[in-house]
């Protein structure tokens, strides 16, 4: 069995003679792998539909995931040099109108405020009275907003480089919605910067695009595959778009973030002018970069198994959690007491550089919900401790890496000793399951033959061979893209950095190949 098959499998193997399954989520990845995904994030209780239509609640462990992410990520922004400000969440329709090359990339996405009181009817029913002379887009995303600030800011090359992040939410009008992947309003950081030179500009697309791959593979634990978009797929208005696709276990791209080089586009259009030392007026050059919560499906679906979430310890809200397991209530006070000193003395331990998160779970409720529940919830060590190990001083520890039922039992001094090394076990070990998958379903491809054999369904519906990402040399243009596309359901995710071997043709041309690719199918 190959790696990938294992780890698609696990959990799945937990079956009866009878082939009845017996795992906490229900489909298996196997069995359907869309309808396992959002009974992982029902389960696990991360988020849910909202009463507005494509929008999400995010509950606190998946938004305790997010603020991890948004704290790793902000200490490497201001690592690099920038800072974090704010910008309006309304767009005056003027701005947008500025570039039109930009917001046709969004504008059936666009969502727009046309008034700006209610009053009642007759019938007293609240209704929109007064227009505004302007309407006003909630933003999709904030090149033309921030681009107007910026050149009010910018007078001379003493005013640059901007290094400046924002925290914040976007509007896209999504039809078809899936939790965290892809919904109307979702969170994310954009980084919107200015500078004199295009060397600058590109220097620092391309170290966004690096700070972004570090902590995918160092606190995510996820591989990515990292490149230039082709002009198909280039973010509108920018010069050059960079992006991290990661694989999920279904064979499919997940792109994690992009790094965009905007060149002058925006600061012509939105006139950001500096004079520069030889007293000549110039226009700067511009970036955008940023991620968002969409990270957190691909969490799930890079990691996850049949027993529903399994999260790196870096990212995790808490690293651990203690469950009293309570069967004498005469002995109950003493038992919480104990755990609480042990909560504390193992919060003082530091794993990666911060203080281990601890939780300790005292809920009134059975210890097997309790334990089945943080299982689905993807914690990385779950603690068991009843009567008999507080007098033994010991405790039961679970790893979510490993089988559900696999145990070990500490002394409290070896438990102290083994956690912050035990936790980067865990992290170690879920990037070389994800890296081990990644390489198992990436084929290297030289002839349309063997692409149809990843991605042409049979009669049987699937393709010949797993569906994964094909690397392939590359001579082909955006009409062979809108074909791959239309027929395969198959787009150019990234044109690697590294040049074809010497003498490769194309794939699909059969001309000398100017680029290395990566195609697949994506969310």
């Given at each position: 069995?190959?790696?990938?098959?294992?780890?698609?499998?696990?959990?799945?193997?937990?079956?009866?003679?009878?082939?009845?399954?017996?795992?906490?989520?229900?489909?298996?990845?196997?069995?359907?792998?869309?309808?396992?995904?959002?009974?992982?994030?029902?389960?696990?209780?991360?988020?849910?539909?909202?009463?507005?239509?494509?929008?999400?609640?995010?509950?606190?462990?998946?938004?305790?995931?997010?603020?991890?992410?948004?704290?790793?990520?902000?200490?490497?922004?201001?690592?690099?040099?920038?800072?974090?400000?704010?910008?309006?969440?309304?767009?005056?329709?003027?701005?947008?109108?500025?570039?039109?090359?930009?917001?046709?990339?969004?504008?059936?996405?666009?969502?727009?405020?046309?008034?700006?009181?209610?009053?009642?009817?007759?019938?007293?029913?609240?209704?929109?009275?007064?227009?505004?002379?302007?309407?006003?887009?909630?933003?999709?995303?904030?090149?033309?907003?921030?681009?107007?600030?910026?050149?009010?800011?910018?007078?001379?090359?003493?005013?640059?480089?901007?290094?400046?992040?924002?925290?914040?939410?976007?509007?896209?009008?999504?039809?078809?919605?899936?939790?965290?992947?892809?919904?109307?309003?979702?969170?994310?950081?954009?980084?919107?910067?200015?500078?004199?030179?295009?060397?600058?500009?590109?220097?620092?697309?391309?170290?966004?695009?690096?700070?972004?791959?570090?902590?995918?593979?160092?606190?995510?634990?996820?591989?990515?595959?990292?490149?230039?978009?082709?002009?198909?797929?280039?973010?509108?208005?920018?010069?050059?778009?960079?992006?991290?696709?990661?694989?999920?276990?279904?064979?499919?791209?997940?792109?994690?973030?992009?790094?965009?080089?905007?060149?002058?586009?925006?600061s012509k259009s939105a006139n950001i002018q500096f004079l520069d030392k030889d007293g000549q007026h110039k226009h700067a050059y511009t970036t955008s970069w940023g991620v968002s919560t969409r990270m957190v499906g691909g969490l799930i679906m890079a990691h996850g198994d049949d027993d529903g979430l399994i999260l790196p310890p870096r990212i995790a809200p808490s690293q651990l959690v203690i469950i009293p397991v309570v069967r004498d209530a005469a002995g109950e006070d003493a038992l919480l007491d104990h755990c609480s000193k042990l909560a504390s003395q193992l919060g003082s331990l530091s794993y990666a550089g911060e203080s281990?998160?601890?939780?300790?779970?005292?809920?009134?409720?059975?210890?097997?919900?309790?334990?089945?529940?943080?299982?689905?919830?993807?914690?990385?060590?779950?603690?068991?401790?009843?009567?008999?190990?507080?007098?033994?001083?010991?405790?039961?520890?679970?790893?979510?890496?490993?089988?559900?039922?696999?145990?070990?039992?500490?002394?409290?001094?070896?438990?102290?000793?083994?956690?912050?090394?035990?936790?980067?076990?865990?992290?170690?070990?879920?990037?070389?399951?994800?890296?081990?998958?990644?390489?198992?379903?990436?084929?290297?491809?030289?002839?349309?033959?063997?692409?149809?054999?990843?991605?042409?369904?049979?009669?049987?519906?699937?393709?010949?061979?797993?569906?994964?990402?094909?690397?392939?040399?590359?001579?082909?243009?955006?009409?062979?893209?809108?074909?791959?596309?239309?027929?395969?359901?198959?787009?150019?995710?990234?044109?690697?950095?590294?040049?074809?071997?010497?003498?490769?043709?194309?794939?699909?041309?059969?001309?000398?190949?100017?680029?290395?690719?990566?195609?697949?199918?994506?969310?």
């Open positions: 069995m190959s790696a990938a098959s294992k780890a698609l499998s696990q959990g799945a193997s937990k079956t009866t003679n009878n082939a009845m399954p017996r795992t906490a989520i229900t489909p298996t990845r196997a069995d359907n792998y869309p309808e396992w995904y959002q009974q992982v994030v029902d389960q696990a209780d991360l988020a849910e539909t909202s009463p507005v239509r494509g929008c999400m609640v995010i509950k606190p462990w998946g938004y305790g995931l997010w603020e991890q992410m948004q704290q790793k990520l902000d200490k490497r922004f201001k690592d690099t040099g920038h800072v974090n400000a704010y910008f309006p969440l309304l767009i005056p329709l003027r701005l947008l109108q500025k570039e039109a090359d930009h917001v046709e990339g969004f504008a059936k996405e666009c969502a727009v405020v046309t008034h700006h009181r209610l009053a009642t009817d007759a019938s007293g029913k609240l209704v929109p009275a007064s227009p505004l002379e302007e309407p006003m887009v909630i933003r999709p995303t904030s090149e033309t907003i921030i681009g107007e600030v910026y050149a009010g800011w910018v007078k001379s090359y003493r005013d640059l480089p901007i290094l400046i992040n924002q925290w914040a939410n976007v509007f896209r009008w999504e039809m078809r919605t899936r939790l965290f992947l892809r919904t109307a309003e979702f969170l994310w950081q954009e980084g919107h910067t200015v500078h004199a030179t295009a060397a600058e500009a590109q220097a620092e697309t391309e170290l966004m695009w690096q700070v972004y791959a570090d902590f995918m593979q160092d606190c995510l634990a996820m591989p990515v595959f990292m490149g230039r978009k082709s002009a198909n797929e280039r973010f509108p208005g920018a010069v050059e778009s960079y992006s991290l696709e990661a694989m999920m276990q279904d064979g499919k791209a997940l792109q994690m973030g992009t790094s965009h080089n905007l060149g002058q586009n925006f281990v998160r601890v939780h300790l779970d005292k809920r009134d409720m059975r210890g097997g919900d309790k334990f089945w529940e943080w299982v689905k919830r993807g914690i990385p060590i779950r603690l068991e401790v009843g009567l008999r190990e507080m007098e033994q001083g010991t405790v039961t520890l679970y790893r979510r890496d490993q089988g559900s039922k696999d145990r070990i039992t500490l002394t409290h001094d070896q438990l102290a000793q083994q956690l912050p090394t035990m936790l980067q076990e865990i992290q170690d070990n879920l990037f070389a399951r994800a890296k081990a998958y990644q390489q198992d379903r990436t084929y290297h491809i030289t002839n349309r033959q063997e692409f149809e054999a990843i991605f042409a369904k049979g009669e049987d519906g699937v393709g010949s061979k797993p569906l994964g990402f094909a690397i392939a040399p590359w001579a082909g243009d955006g009409a062979l893209e809108d074909a791959l596309k239309k027929d395969f359901a198959v787009t150019v995710r990234c044109i690697l950095t590294t040049p074809p071997p010497a003498g490769s043709r194309c794939a699909f041309t059969d001309q000398p190949a100017r680029e290395m690719v990566v195609l697949a199918k994506s969310y």
